[in-house]
Nanobody, 116 residues
Framework: QVQLVESGGGWVQPGGSLRLSCAVSGFTFSRYAMSWYRQAPGKERELVAT????????NYADSVKGRFTISRDNAKNTVFLEMNSLKPEDTAVYYC?????????WGQGTQVTVSS
């Protein structure tokens, strides 16, 4: 059974930092790309960052380039999202996701709130 469990969200002031984690189980983690998405109130879910199975290739949404870093620890079946220089517009529920055997799986999400 595929499971994704996010953690690390919270409240932070503008300019602050947070590190999100997503623990994964149920498949051979190192073989699959992982992604972080976010959804702000009243908006569609958007792709934030993707990392390949080996971690060799990374992709980011333009809105987070230079501020967010996606990484993974294949020994611990965990993917991370390091978020720096946070802005109020980064406020959203953040989800990790994978496409395993042509089906998308999602975690329960973790709330990130950026405000003063």
């Amino acid at each position: 059974q595929v499971q994704l469990v996010e953690s690390g969200g919270g409240w932070v002031q503008p300019g602050g930092s947070l590190r999100l984690s997503c623990a994964v189980s149920g498949f051979t983690f190192s073989r699959y790309a992982m992604s972080w998405y976010r959804q702000a109130p009243g908006k569609e879910r958007e792709l934030v960052a993707t990392i390949t199975g080996t971690g060799a290739r990374l992709n980011y949404a333009d809105s987070v380039k230079g501020r967010f870093t996606i990484s993974r620890d294949n020994a611990k079946n965990t993917v991370f999202l390091e978020m720096n220089s946070l802005k109020p517009e980064d406020t959203a529920v953040y989800y990790c996701s994978c496409n395993y055997k042509q089906q998308y799986y999602w975690g329960q999400g973790t709330q990130v709130t950026v405000s003063s």
